[in-house]
């Protein structure tokens, strides 16, 4: 009897390390998520010169009117971004791939934004969305097509779908082939 209190003691012990863990993770992520309006509010800590000294950096703005408006721009585009990438790792459904396209697509706009300013890349256009979403549209209405399919030929529980769609592979070819 004691050896199985001990088993369970165990167990217990080993949830309880885990919600922790659960529990510090949520709450990092809600306060990054809570903090957004802080960090957007940041640029109206730059000067409205053309060039901000820190002890860091020296920026220079060429392509914006002053530095200001160049971190404006910036955080601009880096929030959703941030806020696109937590909402795709924490996501558990089964259309979560989906929104790598606007983490792409936010990806390509602040490149183009700090592009006007230091001007380190060739001109890009949104035709290099086309490769990944050739990816994406195909898998998610492949995964769609499961779903409808096991739907329609076995009596399922909510819970039996859940599980078989939270399915997380270890490696990366697991990964890859978790979508065909």
Same mark, same amino acid.
């Given at each position: 009897?004691?050896?199985?209190?001990?088993?369970?003691?165990?167990?217990?012990?080993?949830?309880?390390?885990? #919600?922790?863990?659960?529990i !510090?993770?949520?709450s990092? !992520?809600?306060?990054?998520?809570?903090?957004?309006?802080?960090?957007?509010?940041?640029?109206?800590?730059?000067? #409205?010169?053309?060039?901000?000294?820190?002890?860091?950096?020296?920026?220079?703005? =060429?392509?914006?009117? #002053?530095?200001?408006?160049?971190?404006?721009?910036?955080?601009?585009?880096?929030?959703?971004?941030?806020?696109? !990438?937590?909402?795709?790792?924490t996501?558990?459904?089964?259309?979560?791939?989906?929104?790598?396209?606007?983490?792409?697509?936010?990806?390509?706009?602040?490149?183009?934004? =700090?592009?006007?300013?230091?001007?380190?890349?060739? #001109?890009?256009?949104?035709?290099?969305l086309?490769?990944?979403?050739? =990816? !994406?549209?195909?898998?998610?209405?492949?995964?769609?097509?499961?779903?409808?399919?096991k739907?329609?030929?076995?009596?399922?529980?909510?819970?039996?779908?859940?599980?078989?769609?939270?399915?997380?592979?270890?490696?990366?070819?697991?990964?890859?082939?978790?979508?065909?």
């Amino acid at each position: 009897m004691t050896k199985q209190k001990q088993e369970l003691t165990k167990e217990k012990s080993k949830y309880q390390l885990t #919600d922790k863990k659960h529990i !510090i993770k949520g709450s990092v !992520i809600a306060t990054i998520i809570a903090s957004t309006p802080l960090m957007f509010q940041f640029y109206k800590s730059v000067p #409205d010169t053309k060039v901000w000294d820190t002890f860091l950096f020296t920026y220079t703005s =060429i392509h914006y009117d #002053d530095a200001n408006v160049a971190i404006w721009v910036l955080s601009g585009k880096l929030i959703p971004l941030l806020l696109l !990438i937590i909402w795709f790792s924490t996501c558990r459904h089964w259309w979560h791939h989906a929104i790598i396209v606007p983490i792409i697509l936010y990806i390509y706009q602040t490149i183009n934004s =700090i592009n006007d300013d230091l001007i380190f890349f060739d #001109d890009l256009n949104s035709l290099h969305l086309l490769p990944v979403m050739a =990816i !994406i549209i195909p898998s998610i209405y492949l995964g769609r097509a499961r779903i409808f399919n096991k739907l329609n030929t076995v009596d399922k529980t909510t819970q039996d779908f859940e599980d078989e769609l939270t399915f997380k592979p270890k490696t990366l070819w697991g990964k890859i082939k978790q979508f065909f």
